[in-house]
């Protein structure tokens, strides 16, 4: 049951116009990686933000991967990449990864974001380059 006083409430939208940002189905999504070095990472995501094709990315790690590779269970040090972005950017966010990813077949996932702090969504798209029908301004302040 959605809350009445969320501004991600149900909203018909044959009478009351589109949802508030951030409240549409797949407006946006986190598209993650896992990569060999801390070094790499940091240079697909610094391309990535230099072209504005995300609004943040995060690395973690380094963590431990287990998974099967060439007929046998194998198990690596990676370091795990989360990034913020439009739903429509996610295949040139995709394509980008692949062309600077060492690996042959590397994890490249896109997740959809379902709802989120308003605020923090329209910054996703003020900084991606999609002006948001909200308030314009930075990324969300600290508190």
């Known amino acids: 049951m959605s809350n009445p006083s969320s501004p991600c409430r149900r909203v018909d939208t044959t009478t009351a116009g ?3 940002v951030g409240c549409r189905l797949m407006d946006h999504v986190q598209i993650q990686f896992t990569i060999d070095g801390r070094d790499s990472a940091d240079g697909i995501v610094d ?8 609004a943040c990315g995060q690395t973690l790690g380094p963590v431990v991967s287990r ?3 060439q ?8 370091w795990l990449v989360l990034l913020k972005t439009r739903a429509d950017l996610s295949v ?6 692949l062309a600077r990813h060492p690996y042959e077949t590397p ?4 997740l959809p974001v379902v709802g989120g702090a308003p605020g923090y969504l329209r ?15 930075g990324p969300p302040t600290r508190r």
């Open 71 to 78: 007929g046998a269970v194998q198990e690596s040090e990676e």
């Open 107 to 110: 994890e490249v996932v896109v």
């Open 92 to 97: 040139p966010v995709v394509d980008a990864i």
């Open 123 to 137: 910054w996703i798209d003020e900084v991606t380059g999609q002006p948001s029908r909200g308030r314009r301004g």
């Open 18 to 20: 589109d949802p508030p």
């Open 47 to 54: 391309a990535l933000l230099a072209e504005r094709l995300v």
């Open 67 to 69: 998974y099967w590779w």
